[in-house]
C-alpha cells in the first residue's frame, strides 16, 4: 500500500471515528456533567445503522481509486445523517431535543449560520427553554463580533434565571466572553 493510499484510509478512518464520537459525545457526554442540561435519548441501533452503516470504509480495499471512492462515500454518510436528522425534525417540529442537536450538528459540520438561524428560530418559540439559551450562546460566544458576544452573555444570564444550577458553567464562559469584549478594538 503507496502512501498517498495509506493517507486517504486514515483520513477516512478519521471522519467516521469524528462523526461516531460527535454523536456518542453529545448524548452521553451529560450524564456525569454538573449541570442538568437534559440530553436526547441515545440513538437506537436502527438509527446507528442508517447514519454510519455506508460510510465505514472496507479494510480489504488498497486501490488509490478505492481510497477516494470511501472518501466520497464518507461526505455523502454525513450528509446523509444531517438529511435524516433534518427529516426528523420536520416530522416531528415539537421535540426540541432533535432540533438542538441538528443545530449542534450543522455547528460540527461548519454550517454555523445555519445553526444560529435555527436556535434563533427556537428561542423564539421556546422563550423559557433555559437548554436553548445556553447552547445558543455557547456558539455565539465562539464570534469574534462584539454584538455576538454581548447577546451571548445576555443568553447565559437568561439561562441562569431559568436553570440556576447552570450558573457555574455560564459564569465562566461570561468570563472568557468579558476577556474577549475586553480585547476587541
Known amino acids: 500500500m503507496n502512501i498517498k493510499t495509506r493517507k486517504m484510509l486514515t483520513i477516512a478512518a478519521g471522519i ?37 452503516g455506508s460510510i465505514t470504509p472496507a479494510a480489504t480495499e488498497t486501490s488509490p ?12 454518510g454525513l450528509s446523509g445523517l444531517v438529511a435524516g436528522l433534518e427529516k426528523k425534525v420536520a416530522a416531528n417540529p415539537d421535540n426540541i431535543e432533535q432540533q438542538l442537536l441538528l443545530a449542534q450538528t450543522y455547528k460540527e459540520l461548519d454550517s454555523r449560520d445555519k445553526s444560529i438561524a435555527l436556535l434563533n428560530k427556537l428561542n423564539k418559540r ?21 454584538q ?38
Open 148 to 185: 455576538e458576544l454581548k447577546q451571548s452573555l445576555k443568553l447565559f444570564d437568561e439561562s441562569i434565571k431559568l436553570q440556576p444550577e447552570l450558573s457555574s458553567d455560564a459564569k465562566l464562559f461570561q468570563g472568557e466572553i468579558n476577556v474577549k469584549l475586553n480585547n476587541i478594538p
Open 65 to 76: 481509486h478505492a481510497a477516494s471512492m470511501q472518501g466520497e462515500t464518507m461526505a455523502m
Open 16 to 52: 467516521v471515528v469524528l462523526a461516531i464520537t460527535f454523536t456518542f459525545g453529545y448524548w452521553m457526554g451529560n450524564r456525569n456533567n454538573r449541570t442538568s442540561i437534559e440530553t436526547p435519548n441515545m440513538l437506537s441501533h436502527q438509527d446507528m445503522e442508517h447514519a454510519f
Open 126 to 146: 421556546a422563550p423559557k427553554n433555559a437548554q436553548v439559551k445556553f447552547i445558543l450562546a455557547k456558539i455565539l460566544m465562539s464570534s469574534e463580533d462584539k
